[in-house]
């Protein structure tokens, strides 16, 4: 299946990329294979951050996707930048995470509540990636319950004091910014939340080290401590205990971006497992004319275009300012779950090979499965997806 959006027309529905999309695709996949697929593997097996690589992608565009250019960014729509991600995560999907959470849940939240004097400061340089971005959400008694947080930010003076454990914070190591939500107002739960930008150099600010992963070795993931560490008041994002809506909002963008990376990876698998089938001979065969491989890739077939259908539906409509908190829950569910069972096929098709690095398909198993995790859990999704269904169809005629 290539590239399809969905667009209205006058006859119905239509399935082609604009040439501008379609551009992006080639320019994408054209980096993706000269400059990361020679790295993909090393990088790998090394842990390491990918710097060089994130400084070229930076120069493509690529840290600033959806932002306009007068902040430094790309200007492109919400489709290409779901391309992009796609293209990126194919290849190497630490890549595809680390363009995902820098553009979905640091510039976008910025951009979308931030003050002119904040976008000037911090969203141009993120834009150009000059500086990197980080999210800080998640705590330990706050994963799929994002509203229970613990952190704290007190007003005192010119400044808030910020003290509490983010965990699982993606670009941790290299970010020099990151938006950090905390309780300003314990007493209002949820609505008690605020969102403030952080500069990882304020004292009090630590970064730990560097977690150890099943998969996206090369995406640096750190707790990140904030111990009285005083930020700006000039630095609150958005309203005051109105935290809790900028990371909803945020979270849908970020679950297509996800959702955009497992559909990556599920192209990965198919594209490798279809490879194999024609070259491995068995019984003086290519294994690829045997029943059991040939459902296997008619099974990865599917899944990987349902998956792209989703995540470009998901994409269209945040581009077109519609309702899209279903549509980005399901793209997430089901294209995650896709690259888990696409990489798991492909494992298969290449039997014992598909067992050793150099044949990839190994690195995008263990890849694809924290896809169903971050950015809200499978089970999380299905919560969604089902208080949307329910609102819809309990909703008065």
């Not at 990140?224 to 849908?252: C, H, Q």
Request: net charge negative; with cysteine.
């Amino acid at each position: 299946m290539n590239a399809e959006t969905l667009a209205p027309t006058a006859t119905g529905m239509a399935f082609d990329l604009s040439e501008d999309q379609q551009a992006v695709r080639e320019m994408v996949r054209d980096f993706a294979e000269r400059e990361i697929r020679p790295v993909a593997q090393t990088i790998d097996e090394t842990h390491e951050f990918p710097a060089a690589t994130v400084k070229q992608m930076a120069e493509l565009g690529l840290m600033g996707m959806f932002v306009p250019e007068t902040y430094g960014g790309a200007g492109m729509d919400y489709v290409s930048y779901a391309i992009a991600i796609e293209e990126l995560s194919r290849v190497c999907a630490s890549h595809g995470v680390i363009a995902s959470a820098h553009n979905s849940l640091v510039c976008y939240p910025i951009l979308t509540y931030g003050s002119e004097a904040q976008k000037q400061k911090y969203l141009a340089p993120l834009a150009r990636g000059e500086a990197i971005g980080a999210y800080c959400l998640t705590e330990p008694n706050a994963g799929s319950n994002a509203a229970n947080q613990q952190a704290t930010a007190a007003a005192e003076g010119d400044a808030f004091v910020l003290n509490g454990t983010k965990l699982f914070v993606t670009n941790a190591g290299p970010a020099a910014t990151f938006v950090v939500y905390a309780a300003t107002d314990r007493a209002l739960g949820p609505k008690g939340i605020s969102a403030f930008i952080v500069d990882a150099a304020t004292p009090g600010v630590t970064k730990s080290k560097k977690e150890k992963k099943l998969g996206i070795h090369a995406s640096d993931t750190r707790e990140i401590v904030f111990a009285n560490a005083r930020v700006p008041k000039a630095n609150l994002l958005g309203e005051l205990n109105k935290g809790y809506t900028v990371a909803l909002a945020t979270l849908g963008g970020g679950r297509i971006g996800i959702a955009a990376q497992a559909l990556g990876i599920a192209q990965a698998s198919i594209e490798a497992a279809v490879r194999y089938a024609g070259e491995r001979r068995q019984f003086d065969r290519v294994i690829g004319e045997f029943d059991a491989i040939r459902h296997m890739l008619a099974d990865m077939a599917i899944e990987v275009d349902t998956a792209r259908l989703l995540v470009y539906q998901a994409s269209w409509l945040r581009d077109q300012g519609r309702p899209h908190v279903k549509e980005a829950s399901l793209a997430k569910w089901h294209a995650s779950e896709a690259a888990t069972r696409c990489a798991h096929m492909a494992i298969q098709v290449h039997g014992g090979y598909g067992y050793l690095s150099e044949f990839n398909v190994e690195r995008y198993w263990r890849d694809a499965r924290i896809t169903e995790i971050y950015e809200g859990t499978t089970e999380v999704q299905k919560m969604v997806v089902a208080g949307q269904v329910l609102k819809d169809h309990l909703r008065p005629a």
